[in-house]
């Protein structure tokens, strides 16, 4: 009877408890407001380029590759289950490391940190004023780096080895956007010097006409 008393009293407070997180729930529905996380942030987007984003990349651009040579086509690939787990791993990695990137408050670099070795290249205040005015286009590409990288989970599991050198490509690309746009907005390529001569010579025959 003793047992049954605590069973019966434990059976009520869990359905008390759970009538409190279902009316937690629904006031948290009804006002809408978002749910306070604390996010930390002590590492840097710097950070997480050097050591998680670039590294997870390379160890996917690294792992496939087709070499032509005059006499074969030498296909290079995972060769056992462990090395094409681990392609899956870094691709995975990179999918959900560009989650990272949108966490709010996360600074650029550390104190005293640079991020230009280049002239065109934005310091840290650049590219966080550049992502703050810019939040929208910013998590564009975010997420575009979540959509390549899971399409080359996705390929991994079938083992498409020509899909994956794709969609290498594919990953190459949305990293070089997001970097023009936020990282070098100013970089200007500079037109090769054989198509401005030609074009030099067309403008002058025109005049010569
Ligand atoms: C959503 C935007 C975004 C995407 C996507 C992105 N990057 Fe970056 N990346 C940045 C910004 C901004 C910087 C400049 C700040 C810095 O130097 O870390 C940067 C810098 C870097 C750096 C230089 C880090 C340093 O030493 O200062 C490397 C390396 C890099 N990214 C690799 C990559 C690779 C590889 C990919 C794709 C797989 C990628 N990034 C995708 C925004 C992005």
Redesign the pocket.
């Known amino acids: 009877m003793k047992l049954l008393n605590w069973r019966l009293t434990g059976l009520l407070g869990l359905m008390a408890g759970s009538a409190l997180l279902f009316l937690t729930a629904c006031q948290q529905g009804a006002n809408s407001q978002p749910v306070a996380v604390a996010f930390q942030t002590e590492t840097?987007?710097?950070d997480i380029?050097?050591f998680i984003?670039?590294t997870?990349?390379?160890e996917v651009w690294n792992a496939f590759s087709t070499v032509v040579t005059a006499e074969e086509e030498i296909e290079k690939s995972p060769q056992s289950d462990e090395e094409w787990a681990a392609v899956r791993r870094s691709a995975l990695t990179?999918a959900e490391a560009?989650n990272l990137?949108l966490i709010p408050g996360r600074k650029?670099?550390h104190a005293g940190?640079?991020?230009s070795?280049h002239p065109v290249?934005?310091e840290?205040e650049g590219?966080a004023r550049e992502?703050s005015q810019n939040r929208a286009a910013?998590q564009a590409?975010?997420n575009?780096?979540h959509e390549a990288s899971l399409e080359i989970v996705a390929a991994v599991d079938k083992r498409d080895h020509e899909a994956i050198l794709r969609l290498g490509g594919k990953?190459?690309h949305?990293?070089e956007?997001?970097?023009a746009?936020?990282?070098y907005p100013g970089e200007r390529i500079p037109e090769f010097p054989r198509l401005k001569a030609i074009e030099h010579q067309a403008l002058k025959q025109q005049g010569g006409q």
Do not use: G
Request: with cysteine; hydrophobic share 50%; net charge negative.
């Open positions: 840097s987007l710097q380029m050097r984003i670039d997870n990349a390379d990179l560009s990137l650029i670099a940190e640079s991020t070795s290249e934005l840290p590219i992502i910013f590409y975010a575009a780096l990953l190459d949305v990293c956007s997001c970097h746009r936020f990282w």
